[in-house]
């Protein structure tokens, strides 16, 4: 079963969001904070992290942005309600989803299986290693992804939405499209977290982001990664 690192420098909601999950058969590790959040990661190595935005020492989203800077494991943030701009904010550096409190454990729990089928069904999605765009090459075997043979770092949502792309080179997919492939059916109206998504993702993978040539807008339409004479796959 999964390991979850709950992150939440309130008792109440560390408390509720521990015991919930371990109904569910989730082993559930906690930190009161970003600084400790960190180390946790890099000793025990959580299978998906829930971390709230506001805790002292270390905010959520500056540990979501270090977390990423080693490590792609999911990040579900917790936001406090009307707090629209803490959730652009967190999307911006790379949390999967967001769940706004309060919550009931019955949305938490489903948002927890949803970001994690999704990691898991990303993992054999493609029989061929190797993927190659122009200066861009994405290894499957590894989930790593280089640009001009440097690495780049992924959160697991951008890694998932840059393989929509991989599977589908010179074919338009609409954004409802990628809402549903990456985030599920309930999100098919939410293109902000699309919007925000491409644009983090563009920032690392394109040489000019506002001329992307790995991913391409078509106005009206959606997306597409263009064919390019250099696009390829193999296991070499």
């Known amino acids: 079963m ?7 420098d309130e008792p109440l909601y560390r408390h509720l969001v521990t015991v919930n999950l371990e109904k569910e058969g989730y082993e559930v590790i906690t930190a009161n904070n970003g600084e400790d959040a960190l180390e946790m990661v890099s000793v ?9 935005v506001m805790m002292p020492k270390l905010d959520g989203i ?3 942005e270090r977390i990423h800077q080693f490590s792609n494991v999911p990040i579900i943030m917790l936001t406090a309600k009307g707090e629209e701009q803490d959730r652009v904010r967190g999307l911006n550096v790379g949390a999967d989803d967001y769940v706004v409190k309060p919550f009931s454990a019955t949305e ?3 948002r927890v299986r949803a970001v994690l089928r999704r990691t898991q069904s990303s993992e054999n999605v493609t029989q061929n290693r190797y993927f190659i ?42 954004a ?10 309930q999100y098919r ?11 983090r993702l563009r920032q690392k993978l394109e040489e000019e982001p506002h001329e992307p ?13 263009p064919p390019s004479e250099k696009t390829k796959t193999g296991d070499g």
């Open 44 to 52: 025990r190595h959580p299978d998906l992290i829930i971390m709230d």
């Open 133 to 174: 765009h122009g200066d861009l090459k994405i290894d499957f075997a590894r989930a790593e992804v280089w640009r001009d043979n440097k690495p780049i770092y992924l959160s697991a949502t951008e890694y998932r939405l840059l393989m929509q792309f991989a599977q589908n080179v010179g074919h338009i997919l609409s």
């Open 2 to 8: 999964a390991r979850i690192l709950v992150v939440d």
């Open 62 to 64: 500056t540990a979501c």
């Open 189 to 199: 109206k939410d293109k902000e977290i699309l919007w925000v998504s491409i644009a």
């Open 108 to 110: 938490l729990v489903a």
């Open 213 to 225: 040539k790995h991913i391409v807008t078509r106005a009206g339409l959606g997306y597409l990664m």
């Open 176 to 185: 409802e499209d990628l809402l549903v492939a990456i985030w599920g059916g």
